[in-house]
């Protein structure tokens, strides 16, 4: 079994009276691909902010590779090698497609080196021929390809996703976990995937933590959590075919 990369211990985070952790811990092992579900306000994407830094947790704490990144500011987590990409694409609507994967490239690279490492992950994310299309005119698939492109740009060692399965049809999904695939077989990306389209999940993740209301609620195999009853209960509705 390999190392955690990353261990959350204990995180909590209110706002106000609502609690939206509490007190959650969990591990993720370099090299897998480890997902995240739950019902809507479970505090998914709030566990995803205070991981990368965009909210600070009230009590408990982040590792990354052994290192203390509890409370640190998102650029300096995003150099130590973890990258987030958002529900909702954040792509600069008035740049190319190209010019968009330079934005996370700038981090690391410089002139050529930079030229190479956006073209080889256009090649990967298969964007090349719209390079130089203006992400305004492009639709949601395209869209979460490229926020996917600019996330590996700046080159991380573990990859967090949320929701990019949401709004995708049946080939384009197809499509994205052939990518998300690769990334983590050849390329040994660690993925962590927040994420509602259950095809995606029962697809891609080898281990399963379910959040309900803050809290951790189950954990497992996504056999394990489709048969799990308070998961059933919380939110699947039914058992989920695997």
């Known amino acids: 079994m390999s190392a955690p990369i990353l261990q959350v211990s204990q995180l909590t985070k209110r706002f106000g009276n609502l609690v939206a952790l509490n007190g959650v811990s969990l591990e993720i092992r370099e090299g897998e691909i480890f997902s995240i579900i739950g019902p809507n306000g479970a505090g998914k994407t709030t566990l995803f902010f205070n991981i990368i830094g965009l909210q600070k947790p009230d009590a408990g704490r982040v590792l990354f590779k052994g290192t203390d990144i509890t409370g640190k500011s998102p650029h300096k987590i995003c150099h130590l090698g973890i990258t987030c990409t958002f529900q909702v694409p954040r792509a600069f609507a008035n740049m190319t497609v190209e010019e968009t994967v330079r934005v996370g490239a700038y981090k690391r690279y410089q002139g050529r080196e930079m030229s190479q490492k956006v073209d080889e992950v256009l090649r990967i994310c298969e964007l090349e021929e719209y390079r130089h299309q203006r992400c305004s005119d492009m639709g949601l698939a395209h869209l979460r390809r490229v926020e996917l492109a600019r996330a590996l740009a700046t080159e991380p060692v573990l990859l967090l996703l949320d929701e990019s399965g949401a709004g995708l049809n049946p080939s384009e999904l197809t499509g994205l976990m052939d990518i998300l695939h690769r990334l983590n077989e050849e390329m040994h990306i660690t993925l962590c995937i927040v994420e509602h389209v259950m095809q995606m999940v029962m697809s891609l993740a080898q281990r399963i933590v379910v959040l309900d209301h803050g809290e951790i609620i189950a954990e497992g195999s996504p056999q394990e959590i489709s048969t799990?009853?308070?998961?059933?209960?919380?939110?699947?509705?039914?058992?989920?075919?695997?």
């Open 228 to 242: 799990h009853p308070r998961v059933i209960e919380a939110y699947l509705g039914k058992r989920v075919v695997c």
